[in-house]
Nanobody, 125 residues
Framework: QVQLVESGGGLVQAGGSLRLSCAVS????????MGWFRQAPGKEREFVAT????????YYADSVKGRFTISRDNAKDAVFLRMNSLKPEDTAVYYC??????????????????WGQGTQVTVSS
């Protein structure tokens, strides 16, 4: 059974940066698209970014485009989310998730079958 473990969250001032990591167990990691989602208090989970299984294609939510960068290291079975110019509205629990095999990625949570436990990101004004 695949396991995903996020790390790197924390408290940061507006304008600051954080880098989230997601370690994925299982030898089949390189074959799957990966994604990041987030959920703020009182709100539904929303899409943040996705990366194709080869790492050659990425897609972002409009709210983070130009500020966040998703990447992956298939040799280390890990996916990352670099977050720059953070805003208070970025405050949320961030989740990484495994998408479909040999996929370019998706912004739909329904396309992801395994999720991490989440890491809290808090941006103070």
């Amino acid at each position: 059974q695949v396991q995903l473990v996020e790390s790197g969250g924390g408290l940061v001032q507006a304008g600051g940066s954080l880098r989230l990591s997601c370690a994925v167990s299982g030898r089949t990691f390189p074959s799957y698209a990966m994604g990041w989602f987030r959920q703020a208090p009182g709100k539904e989970r929303e899409f943040v970014a996705t990366i194709s299984w080869r790492g050659t294609s990425t897609y972002y939510a409009d709210s983070v485009k130009g500020r966040f960068t998703i990447s992956r290291d298939n040799a280390k079975d890990a996916v990352f989310l670099r977050m720059n110019s953070l805003k208070p509205e970025d405050t949320a629990v961030y989740y990484c998730a495994r998408g479909r095999i040999f996929s370019t990625g998706s912004d739909s949570a329904a396309e992801y079958d395994s999720w991490g436990q989440g890491t809290q990101v808090t941006v103070s004004s």
